[in-house]
T-cell receptor, first 116, second 114 residues
């Protein structure tokens, strides 16, 4: 079945450091890929998405590129801030979906803490 | 616009009891999905309702059931509670069809089964 594997956490970085959170997936067909973020005490929020190979999703300084050859969708940010501290989830839908409003398969999440 | 609201925020139940969790969709949304998030895990898809009909189900037993009402709000019912049902239950609404939208998640209901 479909699955998403994320980098084990927690991850602790200093402010302005470079961030990479690894995500790889297993799925048949042409999945769409997503990153969701969960801030403390809040619900999940869509951070960015990509619906086909070589697409790059970006938002709030975060980027991720859909790599079909390596089945990966790694999250990156050039300079993190304390406000980026949250739990990040990689997810996919089996079919091409602009918005993931079908069934989402999530990874286990990566807790990120940024220290000043 | 009003976001997705879930009630209650927390509750404690005893093994074998039944529970009902409620979700009010974001205005204009016609689809509701429910997810179970165990501690330290990613959310797991329970089921989705579209226009009051179940429209997809994950790997959960029949004691997990749901309803969607004409105003698109929804309930998740769990019968014969087990200790492993302890989790954060997330509701998400969206618009399917013309002008479809991303999922909007509520803050969840934390269920503890003792």
């Amino acid at each position: 079945g479909d699955s998403v594997t994320q980098m084990e956490g927690p991850v602790t970085l200093s402010e302005e450091a470079f961030l990479t959170i690894n995500c790889t997936y297993t799925a048949t067909g042409y999945p769409s890929l997503f990153w969701y973020v969960q801030y403390p005490g809040e619900g999940l929020q869509l951070l960015l998405k990509a619906t086909k190979a070589d697409d790059k999703g970006s938002n709030k300084g975060f980027e991720a590129t859909y790599r079909k050859e390596t089945t990966s969708f790694h999250l990156e940010k050039g300079s993190v801030q304390v406000s980026d501290s949250a739990v990040y989830f990689c997810a996919l839908t089996r079919t091409r979906s602009n918005f993931g409003n079908e069934k989402l398969t999530f990874g286990t999440g990566t807790r990120l803490t940024i220290i000043p | 616009e009003t976001g997705v609201t879930q009630s209650p925020t927390h509750l404690i139940k005893t093994r074998g009891q039944q529970v009902t969790l409620r979700c009010s969709s974001q205005s204009g949304h016609n689809t509701v999905s429910w997810y179970q998030q165990a501690l330290g895990q990613g959310p797991q898809f329970i089921f989705q309702y579209y226009r009051e009909e179940e429209n997809g189900r994950g790997n959960f037993p029949p004691r997990f059931s749901g309803l969607q009402f004409p105003n698109y709000s929804s309930e998740l019912n769990v019968n014969a509670l087990e200790l492993d049902d302890s989790a954060l239950y997330l509701c998400a609404s969206s618009l399917r069809g013309v002008g479809s939208s991303p999922l909007h998640f509520g803050n969840g209901t934390r269920l503890t089964v003792t």
